[in-house]
């Protein structure tokens, strides 16, 4: 009698955490949900909780077996949930900066030597299509009642650009599921 107690106990363990994991199949279908919101238009609250949701899904597929052995999909799974993390991080500077509401362009992330700037440029390195003019389909643009006249990011411009990216990889990730 022990033996089975122990036996079946021995079973669910291995099969109890395969129930749990998330495949490939279900977190790339999880991503394609925030791919698909944005596309619609979504609201900064909902956008964090749709990428909360992702997370969630993405952790759970990077804990299983099926990640250990598709190496070159989970990196690009990775690579997709940190585009929808930093377009979080860039939206967020909108919403929490007051002194943009009611102008023209929305927020604006001035590349001068303060902690925004360096986010700006990091963020240009990271996205090259976006460090070109806005008239180019880049997100830069000068600000014209400014003293200084710095060089600037216009946030909606790059969220934009990063979700481009995020479909991208996303299109690529879609096509390795089905090769």
Not at 140 to 145: P, S, V
Request: charged share 30%; net charge positive.
């Amino acid at each position: 009698m022990k033996k089975i107690i122990f036996l079946s106990l021995l079973i669910s363990l291995f099969i109890v955490p395969a129930a749990y994991a998330q495949s490939a199949r279900d977190t790339v279908k999880a991503l394609k949900r925030i791919e698909a919101r944005a596309d619609m238009g979504i609201s900064y609250n909902e956008y964090i909780l749709a990428v909360a949701d992702a997370r969630v899904e993405v952790q759970m597929y990077l804990e299983s077996h099926e990640a250990k052995q598709k190496a070159e999909l989970t990196g690009l799974i990775k690579k997709i949930l940190g585009h929808y993390e930093t377009a979080r991080e860039v939206w967020k500077s909108k919403v929490s900066r007051t002194q943009d509401l009611g102008t023209v362009f929305g927020h604006l992330i001035c590349l001068n030597d303060e902690p925004e700037g360096a986010l700006g440029r990091r963020l240009l390195k990271q996205y090259p299509q976006a460090d070109k003019p806005v008239d180019h389909g880049g997100a830069l643009t000068k600000r014209a009642y400014k003293k200084d006249r710095c060089e600037e990011v216009l946030v909606d411009n790059l969220i934009y650009i990063i979700w481009q990216e995020a479909s991208k990889d996303l299109l690529q990730a879609t096509k390795m599921l089905f090769a």
